[in-house]
C-alpha cells in the first residue's frame, strides 16, 4: 500500500501489520543498550535539526532502532530497503503507523521497485546519505551530479560497499566524505563476524530444517563473515573446507582447524556452499557440473552474483519451488543443485539478519557517525574517513558496561613503562 500525501509518504506492504512490527521492534530494544542511549542524548540535543537524511538499510527491527534514534535528533529521515528481500514488513508498517516514519521497502519486490525507491530517496535532497553497499552513493555520482553541493557526507555500513567506495575514489568520483562504519572495531569484528556466523546458519536452517552435524560445509572466503560461518557451522558439527584466494587467510584457516582446498577439489565434496566473498562467480559451471546430487549452495556475501545463477539456469531442465527460499535446479546431468534465498543474503531472507545485540554497536557507530558529519560540515576532505578512534573505544566502553563487564585500567607505572624505550633486560 502506498500513500503519496506531502506528510505521510510511503510505500510499504500492509499497515495493519504495524501492532506487531511495534511489539518485535520493542523486543529488539532489550538488546541494545548503547544505541538507546545514543538516542536519549541526541532527543535533548537535536544534532540533525533541518538535516534531510536517507537511509538504505535492511528493514529490520535494529534499523527500526536506528531510524528511531536518527530522528529523535531531528532528523527528517526517510528509509528504504538495502536489498529486495530482506525487508520486515511488519517494521516497515509500524514505523509509518507508530513512529511516523516514511518507509519505501516490501519485501520481495522486484529489481525495478528497488531501484524506483532508490530514485524515491534521492528525490529527499538528503544532505546525508546513509548507505548499505554502495547503491545509492553509485546513483546519486552517476545520474545526480546536481545534488552533490547539498551533501554533507554518506555513511557506509558494509565491506563491498566500501570497496565500490575506495574504486570511486580512485576514478576521482567521490567528491564528497564518506565515512567508513564497516572498519570500526566495533562494527567488522562482531557484526561481520559473529553476526554473520550466528544469522547465516539461523537462514541455512529456516529455509531447509536440515542437520548439519556430519555435512560437509564448504565456505566460500575465510574473512571476517567467513571466519564467523566456519566457526558457528563446525559448532554444529559440520566438517568445513574453507575455499580462499588470499594466502594468509588460506593459513589462517587452516591454524583455525580447517581443511583448505581449490573450489574445483571442494565442489565435488561440499553438501552444503556458503560464499561470503563479496566477489562474482565464485561458485560456477564447472563446480555445478562435479557438484553431488542434491547439494545446497547459498550466499551471505553480498549481491546475488557470488553464484553464477545464470549459469546454473542454463543447465538445468527445471527450476521448482521446493520450500519458501528453497528452489531446486534439476540439471541436464540428471543431478540437482538447491539454491537458498535466491542466491540473496541467505541470513536477512530466510532468517531476521545479525540479532540485535551486534546491531546496537554497528548501529552505534551509524549514528555517530552521522553526528561526526554533522559537527564536521565543510571540515572533511572528499574521501574515505575512519570513526575516530575514541567513538570506537567509547561504543565498546559503554557495550562492556551494558553487558555488566569491567575491566581493568593501566596504572601509571604502567603507561610510563610502555611509553619509555630505556628499560630492558637487567
Ligand atoms: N550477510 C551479512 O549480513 C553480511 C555482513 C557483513 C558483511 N557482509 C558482506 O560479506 C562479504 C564479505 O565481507 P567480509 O567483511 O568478510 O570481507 P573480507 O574482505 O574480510 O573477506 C572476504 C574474503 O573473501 C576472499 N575471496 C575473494 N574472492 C574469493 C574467491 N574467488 N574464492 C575464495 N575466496 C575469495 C578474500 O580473499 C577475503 O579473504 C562482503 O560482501 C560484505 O559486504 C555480509
Ligand atoms: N538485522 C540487521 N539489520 C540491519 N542490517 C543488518 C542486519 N543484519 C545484517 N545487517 C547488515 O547488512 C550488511 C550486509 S548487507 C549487504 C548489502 C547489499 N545491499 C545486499 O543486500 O546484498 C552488514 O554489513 C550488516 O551490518
Redesign the pocket.
Known amino acids: 500500500m502506498s500513500s503519496t500525501t506531502v506528510q505521510a509518504k510511503y510505500e510499504i506492504k500492509d499497515p495493519t501489520l504495524a501492532p506487531k512490527g511495534k511489539q518485535r521492534i520493542e523486543w529488539a530494544g532489550r538488546e541494545m543498550p548503547v544505541l538507546r542511549q545514543i538516542q536519549e542524548r541526541f532527543a535533548q540535543e537535536k544534532p540533525f535539526d533541518g538535516i534531510r537524511l536517507i537511509a538504505c ?2 528493514v ?4 527500526a532502532h536506528l531510524a528511531i534514534a536518527l530522528k529523535a535528533g531531528g532528523a527528517d529521515a526517510i528509509l528504504i530497503a ?2 529486495p528481500l ?1 525487508t520486515q514488513d511488519d517494521v516497515a508498517a509500524s514505523l509509518v503507523v507508530d513512529y511516523g516514519i516514511p518507509v519505501f521497502a516490501m519485501k520481495g519486490e522486484d529489481t525495478a521497485t528497488y531501484l524506483r525507491h532508490v530514485e524515491i530517496a534521492l528525490d529527499h535532497r538528503p544532505n546525508i546519505i546513509i548507505d ?2 554502495s ?1 545509492v552513493t553509485a546513483t546519486l555520482v552517476k545520474n545526480r551530479q546536481h545534488q552533490i553541493p547539498e551533501i554533507i557526507g554518506t555513511t557506509e ?5 566500501i570497496v565500490r567506495l575506495r574504486a570511486m575514489f580512485n576514478d576521482g568520483k567521490l567528491t564528497f566524505p564518506a565515512m567508513n562504519v ?1 572498519d570500526a572495531d566495533t ?1 567488522h569484528f562482531f ?2 563476524r559473529y ?2 556466523g550466528q ?1 547465516t546458519l539461523d537462514g541455512i536452517i529456516r529455509a531447509t530444517n536440515v542437520l548439519l552435524a556430519g555435512k560437509n560445509v564448504v565456505v566460500v572466503g575465510y574473512g571476517w563473515c567467513g571466519k564467523g560461518s566456519a566457526l558457528r557451522a563446525r559448532g554444529l558439527g559440520a566438517n568445513v573446507i574453507v575455499t580462499e584466494v588470499d594466502p594468509v587467510r588460506a593459513i589462517e584457516a587452516v591454524m583455525d582447524g580447517f581443511r583448505v582446498m581449490p573450489m574445483e577439489q571442494a565442489a565435488s565434496l561440499g553438501d552444503l556452499f556458503i560464499t561470503v566473498t563479496g566477489n562474482k562467480h565464485v561458485i560456477r559451471g564447472e563446480h555445478f557440473d562435479v557438484m553431488k546430487d542434491g547439494a545446497m549452495v547459498c550466499n551471505s556475501g ?3 552474483i557470488e553464484i553464477d545463477l545464470k549459469d546454473l539456469a542454463e543447465r538445468s531442465t527445471e527450476i521448482k519451488e521446493v520450500r519458501n527460499f528453497t528452489q531446486q535446479y534439476k540439471l541436464k546431468n540428471g543431478k540437482s543443485v538447491v539454491v537458498l534465498g535466491e542466491g ?2 541467505i ?2 531472507a530466510a532468517a ?5 545485540a551486534v ?1 546496537d554497536m ?1 548501529f552505534a557507530n551509524q549514528a555517530m557517525a552521522c553526528e561526526y558529519l554533522v559537527k564536521n560540515k565543510g571540515k572533511l576532505e572528499p574521501g574515505l574517513h575512519s570513526i575516530p578512534q575514541d567513538v570506537d573505544q567509547e561504543i565498546a566502553r559503554l557495550k562492556l558496561k551494558a553487558m555488566g563487564i569491567a575491566i581493568d585500567t593501566l596504572t601509571s607505572e604502567q603507561i610510563e613503562y610502555m611509553n619509555s624505550w630505556t628499560v630492558g633486560t637487567d
Open positions: 538499510c535492511h529490520t527491527t535494529e534499523t538495502s536489498n530482506s548499505d553497499g547503491d555500513e558494509t565491506t563491498t560497499g564497516n562494527k557484526d561481520n553476526g554473520t544469522s553480498h549481491f546475488d540473496r543474503l541470513n536477512l531476521e539478519g545479525h540479532p540485535s546491531m554497528s
